[in-house]
T-cell receptor, first 113, second 111 residues
Framework: KNQVEQSPQSLIILEGKNCTLQ??????????LRWYKQDTGRGPVSLTI?????NTKSNGRYTATLDADTKQSSLHITASQLSDSASYIC????????????FGTGTQLKVEL | ETGVTQTPRHLVMGMTNKKSLKCEQH?????MYWYKQSAKKPLELMFV???????ENNSVPSRFSPECPNSSHLFLHLHTLQPEDSALYLC??????????FGQGTRLTVV
């Protein structure tokens, strides 16, 4: 069964600090991996998408990495802001037809003053 | 705004009621999705419509019935729901496997 596991489950950091979120998956065959940011009660917003051949991708203060061999991804947030407080969800798409997506459990990030 | 509109934003219904959730997108996307988000759980993909053809069901109970009359509209018909069906229901659309755009969701409470 395809699985996507994220860690930590929750995280509290001070404004201005950096943090790294982890995502491990067993989805196979692999198509792509996305990181989403979801504010409470709202739909997720895509931050990055990475395919098999990509190791690193940045979007402003967000940098995602992918190791397709170990099936691990990370999302690094630099110089955190209060507005970064949200749930960060890792989503892996299975290759082939059927639009099969597996969602991680998410990491709840809280940025404090 | 993401270009995906859901109505209503909030819905309270009894277990014997029949209601429908509506989703609309004019982004020209060819795939639409229904997701369920319960408290402290990851998003659960319920239904996918690609080019108006349902491609995945994900073993959703039959009390949830999707309808996709065209590529811009998606409905989720609800009947005889259970209290555990109370959740945030999110609609999304995408162009093939590109980034999905999500609506703001319908907060459903079953009493």
């Amino acid at each position: 069964k395809n699985q996507v596991e994220q860690s930590p489950q929750s995280l509290i950091i001070l404004e201005g600090k950096n943090c790294t979120l982890q995502c491990n998956y067993t989805v196979s065959p692999f198509s792509n991996l996305r990181w989403y940011k979801q504010d409470t009660g709202r739909g997720p917003v895509s931050l990055t998408i990475m395919t098999f051949s990509e190791n690193t991708k940045s979007n402003g203060r967000y940098t995602a990495t992918l190791d397709a061999d170990t099936k691990q991804s990370s999302l690094h947030i630099t110089a955190s802001q209060l507005s970064d407080s949200a749930s960060y969800i890792c989503v892996v798409r299975e290759a082939g037809g059927g639009n099969k997506l597996t969602f991680g459990t998410g990491t709840q990030l809280k940025v404090e003053l | 705004e993401t270009g995906v509109t859901q109505t209503p934003r909030h819905l309270v219904m009894g277990m014997t009621n029949k209601k429908s959730l509506k989703c609309e997108q004019h982004l020209g996307h060819n795939a639409m999705y229904w997701y369920k988000q319960s408290a402290k759980k990851p998003l659960e993909l319920m239904f996918v419509y690609s080019l108006e053809e349902r491609v995945e069901n994900n073993s959703v109970p039959s009390r949830f019935s999707p309808e996709c009359p065209n590529s811009s509209h998606l409905f989720l018909h609800l009947h005889t729901l259970q209290p555990e069906d109370s959740a945030l229901y999110l609609c999304a659309s995408s162009q093939e496997d590109r980034a999905a755009f999500f609506g703001q969701g319908t907060r459903l409470t079953v009493v």
